[in-house]
């Protein structure tokens, strides 16, 4: 008897373990997508931001300058 409630306590405690894992895993997860996500939607409108500033519009130049001060300026 005993034993058989240190098996359902044992597997009680790996059951909220994985859960914890899991429900991180799955946070981590989702925060890298919505960097990846970010990073492509802007390298997306880069070419749409420099045709525009070709085309005299100062304010793609300017969105153009934020992209550079936050690091995206590949």
Known sequence: MQKS????????????LVEIAYDQGFADGHGVGNQVGFV???????????CGLRHGSPECGKALESLKRIGIDE
Do not use: W
């Open 5 to 16: 409630k240190n098996k359902q306590d044992t597997l009680a405690a790996i059951n909220a």
């Open 40 to 50: 492509a939607g802007v390298m997306s409108l880069k070419a749409a931001l420099a």
